[in-house]
């Protein structure tokens, strides 16, 4: 079974950038991000293939969010431009068989979350 834990959180101004780090142990997946914020259900923002050939982003993050893998240490990261305070949530790592169905919801593991908060 997969164990994630992600890192990177924080709070930021509106335009800034922050880079999440998900540390995974176990067998490699398909890995992504999602985030929840207060109220709101948890929502897909990205997902990448195992072989990194494969990523997929929600349109909302789409030109400033980009996320990358690095196979050789099991990480998972997640490099947030331009942010905004609409992108303000908790953070989560997940693990998945596939990126679509990681787009889907469909979730083998998750970690247990990072807070970003954007302010204006």
């Known amino acids: 079974q997969v164990q994630l834990v992600e890192s990177g959180g924080g709070l930021v101004q509106a335009g800034d950038s922050l880079r999440l780090s998900c540390a995974a142990s176990g067998r490699t997946f398909n890995m992504g991000w999602f985030r929840q914020a207060p109220g709101l259900e948890r929502e897909f923002v990205a997902a990448i293939s195992w072989s990194s050939f494969i990523t997929s982003y929600a349109e909302s993050v789409k030109g400033r969010f980009t996320i990358s893998s690095d196979n050789t240490k099991n990480m998972v990261y997640l490099q947030m431009n331009n942010l905004k305070p609409e992108d303000t949530a908790v953070y989560y790592c997940?693990?998945?068989?596939?990126?679509?169905?990681?787009?889907?919801?469909?979730?083998?593991?998750w970690g247990r979350g990072t807070q970003v908060t954007v302010s204006s």
């Open positions: 997940a693990a998945g068989v596939s990126v679509p169905d990681l787009r889907n919801g469909v979730v083998s593991g």
